[in-house]
């Protein structure tokens, strides 16, 4: 095969923005099941999850003490302090089912529910315990009563569609009183590795070869993503074992694949989806990662990276993770430390260290160093033709 010349009909040097949102617009909806809470952590909510109960269930106590009428304890004089006598107690599980009378004061304990008759509460530490009464060093407080309620109360919409079910929201949802709780779909993706000097790790390695550090990363980040990862393995340059490799991703929802999507004779990929396929663009004005292709076989989505790793995993990044979670970039400002230059005709995305609420320069740039991606922490959004001066605010992506 020889090289395409970009005189065919698709868009060629879309923006990052463009090439987002052109692979979203090719995913198909993720669909919606419902799993048990503890299946959750992880997973997006597909519906507003409402509250079935109220929380607290009654107007309880915040801490250890009595409750009482907080008028039986003001306006007491210096040196003595007010006494109540104790008639009962109050804890988690076992309410105190009277009624509380002037004069009088129930024990009660953290998250017990406060009995009839009173509406405040003195800590256990200010307290001095006097045969059947109790002496109270200071005034009892309302402000340590939570009221039923006072959290959220029966059918509030507590919980919104799309959110990310972190651990905090997976107890709220059980807080809530869910069970079970609906969710999308986990997304289907395909992952093909291509090159022949692309090796698997732990074998031995000729001159020009190296290991397959593209599979191995875009698997954990699709992962992160929350999808399903079908492993296709590792294809050579062959249009025959790529042609082969992507028709074992079907039922997948789309195919990842790195390499191949070049300049070069031996880009197959880029040439086996031009003319047997369909592309929807070649080339994204970034760096780096500028080589990205977007296009379908037979009705799946395909999202061709470039081989070299560092322009493999910033394209995922910036590009196919938001157009697969649902989610934007998100993007810190900070003060950048150092210079950083900008491109002409690209939005540039250096690689930077974060220290001391500012960024500077990793230094190092090269689409193959590998080591810079663990080591930064961040990208630097540099917007064509817009260089960075230390001290301007620059935006930051965190990795």
Not at 51 to 77: K, Y
Not at 99 to 110: D, K, L, S
Not at 163 to 180: E, I, K, Q, T
Not at 324 to 336: C, E, H, I, K, Y
Request: glycine share 12%; proline share 9%; aromatic share 4%.
């Amino acid at each position: 095969m020889t090289a395409p010349t970009p005189t065919r009909d698709f868009p060629m040097h879309v923006s990052v923005e463009e090439a987002r949102a052109m692979l979203a617009a090719l995913l198909p909806a993720p669909g919606t099941e419902t799993v048990a809470l503890d299946r959750a952590l992880g997973r997006t909510l597909a519906a507003p999850l409402p509250a079935l109960v109220s929380h607290p269930s009654a107007t309880e106590s915040a801490l250890d003490g009595i409750a009482c009428s907080e008028a039986d304890t003001v306006g007491a004089a210096p040196g003595a302090p007010a006494r109540l006598r104790v008639v009962g107690e109050s804890r988690a599980g076992a309410p105190f089912t009277g009624t509380v009378g002037p004069g009088e004061c129930a024990r009660i304990y953290t998250g017990a529910p406060m009995p009839a008759g009173t509406d405040a509460i003195c800590p256990v530490e200010e307290l001095v315990d006097d045969g059947p009464d109790v002496l109270l060093r200071r005034a009892a407080s309302p402000a340590d009563v939570r009221p039923e309620g006072g959290d959220f109360r029966a059918g509030d919409p507590v919980m919104a569609a799309g959110l990310h079910l972190n651990a905090p929201r997976v107890a709220l949802a059980a807080a809530l009183g869910h069970r079970d709780v609906p969710v999308r779909r986990r997304r289907r993706v395909a992952l093909l590795s291509t090159g022949d000097e692309v090796v698997e790790p732990g074998e031995p390695l000729s001159a020009g070869q190296v290991y397959d550090s593209n599979r191995y990363g875009l698997a954990a980040m699709l992962r992160e993503s929350g999808c399903d990862v079908l492993m296709l393995g590792h294809a050579p340059d062959s249009p025959d074992a790529l042609h082969a490799a992507i028709e074992r991703a079907g039922g997948a929802d789309l195919l990842v694949t790195s390499g191949g999507v070049s300049m070069g004779k031996y880009d197959f990929m880029r040439d086996l989806l031009i003319e047997h396929g369909r592309v929807a663009f070649w080339k994204v004005r970034m760096r780096p990662g500028g080589p990205a292709l977007l296009g379908g076989w037979q009705g799946l989505p395909v999202i061709g990276l470039p081989g070299n790793p560092v322009s493999s995993l910033v394209v995922f990044h910036v590009i196919v993770r938001p157009a697969l979670t649902g989610q934007p970039v998100q993007a810190l400002t900070l003060r950048a430390a150092t210079p950083f230059r900008a491109l002409p005709d690209k939005t540039a995305f250096w690689r930077g260290v974060i220290d001391g609420g500012q960024v500077r320069d990793y230094g190092k740039q090269g689409s193959g160093i590998l080591r810079s991606l663990s080591d930064a922490g961040a990208l630097v959004i540099v917007p064509e033709g817009q260089p960075v001066a230390a001290g301007d605010d620059v935006q930051v992506v965190l990795l």
